[in-house]
């Protein structure tokens, strides 16, 4: 199987290949500057500049070298934070100094795995497994008491902040439908964003504030696997009827993260070939 990490331009629809590898890896950040991509694999972080020629460079996590594909990037561009199961047997968040260095626990419940981080930088929104299925959790981001801002749901995952902090924009699954929703920082006035035949995952708000960016499965796909045809769509941050951007083999490793580059007219992602 080979990877190639991309670069979609909005405005155009053009597909920019920026690596291949046969290397399995997931999940590109956009970093602050626009100057790289984040992306891990093989349970390890990698820096890939955008400019010169694009490498996967390993970036020092520490102890941490069991990395999953939820990490990012703090709205000051100085720290990194990772989902980790070295220490615990299972994810558990951390965040560590931008150019690498000694990973800082954060979560104290496992597992927990780090979806958005707040405009301001001082809260964390994540997944995590407390009973009998996933909710959205948030704490400060530099540790603390976690809050449960989901209750009803079969399954919730993928929490994403709206730049203007003002929402969370989420994937929740309710009467076996996968759908994308959002709700007020502290869990209020719930809404279901989209109600259609497929199954919905990863909303990302792009830095404008216009636009949801995220991955949209076949009807009848359980959970959000790897390998399958899928299709990258967006729609506008205020709701409305979706469009599809792309078709692509991917699912699991292709925008889990958020993936927007910051002046919002491009963003990037993983999808896969045999």
Not at 147 to 176: M, Q, S, V
Request: proline letters at 7%; aromatic letters at 10%.
């Amino acid at each position: 199987m080979t990877s190639e990490l991309c670069i979609f331009d909005v405005a155009s629809g053009d597909v920019r290949t920026l690596l291949e590898t046969d290397r399995l890896i997931e999940a590109p950040n956009w970093t602050p500057d626009s100057g790289a991509l984040i992306v891990n694999g093989d349970g390890r972080l990698f820096r890939v500049a955008l400019d010169g020629n694009p490498d996967l460079a390993e970036i020092d996590t520490g102890f941490a070298v069991r990395l999953n594909n939820d990490h990012g990037i703090s709205p000051d561009g100085k720290t990194l934070v990772i989902s980790d199961s070295t220490e615990e047997g299972a994810s558990c968040i951390y965040t560590l100094p931008f150019g690498g260095g000694m990973p800082k626990r954060i979560t104290g419940h496992v597992p927990s795995y780090w979806h958005g981080w707040s405009p301001d930088g001082t809260m964390l929104a994540y997944v995590g497994k407390r009973d009998a299925g996933f909710d959205i959790f948030t704490c400060p981001a530099d540790g603390g008491a976690e809050t449960c801002l989901t209750a009803g749901f079969e399954h919730c995952d993928g929490p994403d902040y709206t730049p203007d902090g003002k929402w969370i924009w989420f994937n929740g699954e309710r009467n076996g439908r996968m759908q994308l929703w959002r709700m007020r920082p502290d869990g209020g006035a719930l809404e279901q964003m989209t109600d259609d035949e497929r199954v919905n995952w990863f909303p990302h708000p792009s830095p404008d504030g216009e636009s949801i960016l995220y991955l949209a499965y076949e009807n009848g796909v359980e959970g959000h696997p790897r390998d399958h045809d899928v299709e990258l769509r967006v729609m506008p941050a205020s709701g409305g009827k979706p469009r599809t951007l792309l078709s692509l083999f991917g699912g699991q490793g292709t925008i889990n993260v958020p993936c927007w580059a910051p002046h919002s007219s491009r963003f990037a992602f993983v999808r896969y070939r045999a």
